[in-house]
């Protein structure tokens, strides 16, 4: 009876281990990022846009967010970006005098690549006279520092955009 039990504790305790194994490699697969949303920044008129499709942006250092983003005029400061700590995205879409509702959906890290997921609501809202001026719809958050190769863009489910990370960066 004791040689019975011992085989099948041994078995009890490797099938524990085994387990335990497999779901802590599926936990450290994804791992799901705190983002903060940034305010009082504008687009560049310099910034390279994609025409009818969004623009993905990543931002690692502060000088090469300072050629693309630029501090809105307004009586309010915009918000600090510690670049030793946090990186920028910015996701941009084509001018347009109706501009829609973006909002961040998940952003999160597997296998060095980073996957921002948005979603992207059409104004639906009827009015009269319709805004005689344009505006560039962005999203723009910070997220602590990551180590990635490539950045996909998810738009409302729908992969829109898949950049790998340059050499020079």
Do not use: C, W
């Amino acid at each position: 009876m004791s040689l019975f039990s011992s085989v099948n504790r041994r078995i009890r305790v490797s099938v524990f281990f085994t387990i335990s194994l497999i779901l802590s490699l599926v936990t450290l697969a994804q791992v799901n990022l705190t983002y903060r949303l940034l305010n009082g920044y504008f687009l560049s008129n310099d910034a390279p846009i994609n025409k009818g499709k969004p623009t993905l942006f990543v931002f690692e250092q502060a000088e090469t967010f300072d050629q693309v983003v630029k501090p809105a005029a307004t009586n309010k400061r915009p918000d600090v970006i510690n670049f030793a700590k946090e990186m920028v995205i910015g996701v941009a879409l084509s001018p347009t005098n109706k501009p829609p509702k973006l909002s961040v959906s998940k952003v999160f890290v597997q296998d060095s690549i980073l996957t921002v997921r948005y979603i992207r609501i059409a104004d639906t809202t009827l009015t009269h006279n319709p805004q005689s001026f344009t505006s560039q719809p962005m999203l723009l958050f910070a997220i602590p520092k990551q180590t990635i190769l490539k950045t996909k863009l998810v738009e409302n489910g729908k992969v829109v955009q898949l950049v790998k990370k340059h050499e020079n960066e």
